[in-house]
């Protein structure tokens, strides 16, 4: 119920732009993060968080207890941080991805 009101919320331009990114963050095109890719989103999107402090969003965030976060809870816990994510961002983060791949 929560997720729903969160969703309503937030603009369809943003949750197009947090779709796209939620798609390049998870690694593994799962449509889940489990907390490796949790952690690096956090680390894309600017915000230097130890695994610990990671690991602890995951479980608040994690609605259905599954352990990883669907598209449906990252959303809320973007909107709960109160970030925003502009086209600008999408590209910088595709970019950063690029390059910790061909890095990594």
Sequence with gaps: MALQQQKQEIPEDQLKKLREVFEILDDD???EMNSQELF???KYLGLRMTQEEVE???EEFDDDGSG????EE???LINKMGLHIHS????????????????G
């Design 29 to 31: 095109n799962s449509g």
């Design 40 to 42: 690096n989103a956090m």
């Design 56 to 58: 602890k969003m995951l």
């Design 68 to 71: 990883l976060i669907e598209f």
């Design 74 to 76: 990252f959303m809320a």
């Design 88 to 103: 600008s961002d999408i590209m910088v983060i595709k970019t950063l991805v690029r390059c910790a791949t061909t890095i």
